[in-house]
């Protein structure tokens, strides 16, 4: 969501009022410096600040699938150990290059960083945690991530230039680092791995001290403050977060996929009717709320639909899937010059299309995380009798 602050909407005028120009004036009133002012990506350069995010969330989505698979092979701690590194060093490092180039090529190799963090910390997680508090546990995974969100805007409002900005966004996940020092290893992931002795001792000392990327940066760009556009856009997702809760312990996990991506359908649908202003601001908010409860819980579906031994690969791909949305996000977003309705249809359509295709997934609730592929395979063959569908092994 950084790119927000990065390369907010900008202002400037021309000599002679022309519309473009090679040395134009930037309105810097609000903020002093951005990408954009720093290497004019307006006029017919105006799609590259786009395409930074698209490298970006294109990083994302490698780095889900590369560190997922790592993760798998050589274990949950030394990857996410190596991801935090990573993000931390390009972070800082992105925050000086001179060049636009240099800049969105190590903001790529940082999203890669930014998914393994996110798809290895929360296999890691969920393979600690029993399937009693497992539900509730997932949820509260994510509100780091919404208040987060949150602060984003406390830093942009208190930090306007964006070299600054990056480094300081940059510098606050050192923090992170500590993981080097505390971080234990999935004793699930030791026991599949045939590390059985290490997995008994890492449990005997645990048993001592143990007790969702397009429709934000669409709702950022509407009428109104930023700032309170950002903190409205976090704190649904931090709402969700606690809706959450109480909905995965009484509800299936498929109805809540299906039903949140029907209304947030319809939220976005919504706002192609109505006059821009604080009604569409309130309807965008419904439906990030309900996307952000589908994100929430599809971490949970997915992890308990694959077996351990390729349970980040998997969640790794599905995590790679998403970011494809996040990659095409603003340019979908960047719609709303060739009419109002264009970026929330774009939107709202593919709600439903998710709902539907949901429909063919086994239910997992109140199952035990799987070990083996033969326990997958026996779901998926389950999943199949109860749809209808059969297949012929030869």
């Not at 180039?101 to 903001?107: D, E, G, P």
Request: glycine share 8%; with cysteine; net charge positive.
């Amino acid at each position: 969501m950084a790119i927000i602050f990065l390369a907010p909407p900008t202002k400037f005028t021309c000599p002679a009022n022309e519309t473009c120009c090679n040395d134009p004036i930037f309105d810097r009133s609000l903020f002093p410096r951005t990408i954009v002012m720093e290497w004019n990506l307006i006029c017919e350069n105006s799609w590259l600040k786009d395409l930074t995010q698209m490298l970006f969330q294109f990083g994302v989505l490698s780095g889900s699938l590369i560190f997922g698979i790592m993760s798998d092979k050589y274990g949950r701690r030394p990857t996410l150990v190596f991801s935090v590194v990573l993000e931390v060093f390009t972070g800082v490092i992105s925050s000086f290059l001179p060049t636009y180039w240099s800049f969105t090529i190590v903001r790529m190799v940082l999203g890669m960083s930014v998914g393994g963090i996110m798809v290895v910390g929360f296999v890691l997680v969920m393979e600690y945690v029993g399937g009693v508090y497992r539900d509730i546990i997932s949820v509260l995974f994510h509100v780091p991530f919404t208040l987060g969100h949150i602060l984003l805007a406390l830093f942009g409002y208190l930090i306007r230039d964006y070299v600054h900005f990056q480094l300081g966004i940059s510098l606050a996940n050192m923090v992170l680092l500590f993981y080097i020092c505390i971080l234990p290893e999935s004793p699930r992931w030791l026991l599949a791995a045939n590390k059985t002795t290490k997995a008994v001792k890492l449990m005997e000392r645990v048993a001592k001290t143990y007790c969702f990327y397009g429709v934000v940066h669409y709702i950022s760009h509407l009428t109104g403050n930023v700032y309170i556009n950002v903190v409205a856009g976090g704190s649904v997702c931090l709402c969700a977060c606690l809706i959450a809760i109480p909905l995965v312990k009484v509800m299936k996990r498929k109805t809540l996929v299906i039903v949140p991506n029907i209304l947030s359908s319809l939220c976005f649908l919504f706002i192609s009717l109505i006059p821009e202003g604080t009604g569409s601001v309130v309807m965008g908010c419904m439906g990030i709320l309900c996307s952000f409860l589908v994100f929430v819980v599809l971490y949970l579906y997915c992890s308990e639909m694959f077996p351990t031994v390729v349970r980040n690969a998997a969640i790794g791909i599905a995590s790679m899937m998403a970011r494809l949305g996040a990659m095409i996000a603003p340019f979908v977003a960047a719609l709303r010059p060739h009419g109002k309705w264009c970026a929330p249809v774009a939107f709202g359509i593919l709600p439903l299309i998710a709902a539907l295709l949901c429909l063919l997934l086994p239910e997992t609730k109140d199952c035990e995380l799987m070990m083996t592929i033969e326990e997958g395979e026996s779901l998926g063959n389950q999943a199949r009798r109860n749809t209808g569908i059969t297949t012929e092994v030869t």
